[in-house]
């Protein structure tokens, strides 16, 4: 399987190309190598390629900054998908779109199902809906992939930005009523490419398993540092509402996804959390 994967320079494009084994090839494209936000730049590639499957991993991911980079925000999530899924039905190309389960809004207390409504809070998930919608329009077999709180040993993400603030600070205020799940993007790859490998088409949910808050997983962040040495002390991490933290874009205060779908195809539940975790902060001491 060849694949080209826009947002290849990003934490699940490098994780593809760390996990793509025997049988497949992957191209990846940052921005320098093609700008997704020029149309006629990505049809073009896409046309050129003698390559199997389209991965959309690129994405406008600051929610915050989204609320005033509206038009950006929607030209990279909304408006560059359906330009890459109709160049896709145009040149016989099956595709990959990673969604965001920020498209889901209030009123959920249970794992959400894929058919679920969509009710976004914030520029950044109507963008990435209008994006789902794109998609599903131009293109009948598309594989579309919901997932949250993405993080890796690099990048700009939760897990580091932690590490960062307690190596720093002596107390830190963690909000507490936001519960999703955390997901590596070493596993996220290695579910697209099983995914593909399957033939899978249609909306599915991929997370690890488990659920959390932001401050359990602060502690857990600092739990598992701490044990390997990443880190010498640890602050006191206090739990406080997302009052205490106004921001431009609102969040799902519970945004869990249903994965047995995911799981009918997988074959069997992805790794908890925790445990996903624990690996990435010893990759994360390895790294220096």
Not at 150 to 175: I, P, Q
Not at 192 to 213: K, L, P
Not at 255 to 263: R, T
């Amino acid at each position: 399987m060849k694949a080209l994967v826009f947002g290849g320079s990003g934490q699940l494009g490098r994780a593809l190309q760390a996990k793509a084994g025997d049988g497949w090839t992957i191209e990846a494209l940052g921005r320098a190598e093609c700008d997704i936000t020029d149309e006629g730049a990505t049809r073009a590639m896409i046309a050129a390629s003698d390559c199997d499957i389209i991965i959309n991993a690129a994405a406008y991911t600051a929610v915050d900054k989204a609320e005033g980079e509206r038009a950006l925000a929607r030209k990279i999530n909304g408006d560059a998908p359906g330009w890459i899924a109709q160049q896709c039905a145009a040149s016989n190309k099956a595709l990959v779109h990673i969604s965001t389960d920020f498209i889901f809004g209030e009123g959920h207390d249970e794992p959400i199902k894929p058919n679920a409504k969509a009710s976004p809070l914030s520029v950044y998930g109507a963008t990435k809906l209008a994006g789902e919608l794109a998609v599903q329009a131009a293109l009948r077999d598309v594989l579309i992939i919901r997932t949250s709180r993405v993080y890796a040993a690099e990048g700009s993400n939760f897990v580091l930005t932690m590490l960062r603030l307690m190596a720093e600070r002596d107390e830190l205020d963690v909000v507490a009523d936001q519960t999703g799940s955390p997901t590596a993007a070493g596993d996220l790859a290695d579910a697209v490419i099983r995914f593909a490998d399957a033939g899978a088409t249609g909306i599915y949910h991929f997370t690890n398993d488990g659920m959390c808050n932001w401050h359990e997983f602060a502690i857990a962040i600092a739990e598992e540092s701490l044990a390997v040495g990443l880190l010498g002390k640890c602050p006191i991490i206090t739990a406080v509402p997302t009052s205490c933290y106004p921001t431009p874009a609102r969040r799902p205060s519970y945004s869990v996804l249903d994965k047995q779908a995911a799981w009918n195809v997988l074959g069997s539940p992805d790794r908890h959390w925790r445990d996903a975790l624990r690996d990435t902060i010893l990759e994360i001491k390895e790294n220096g």
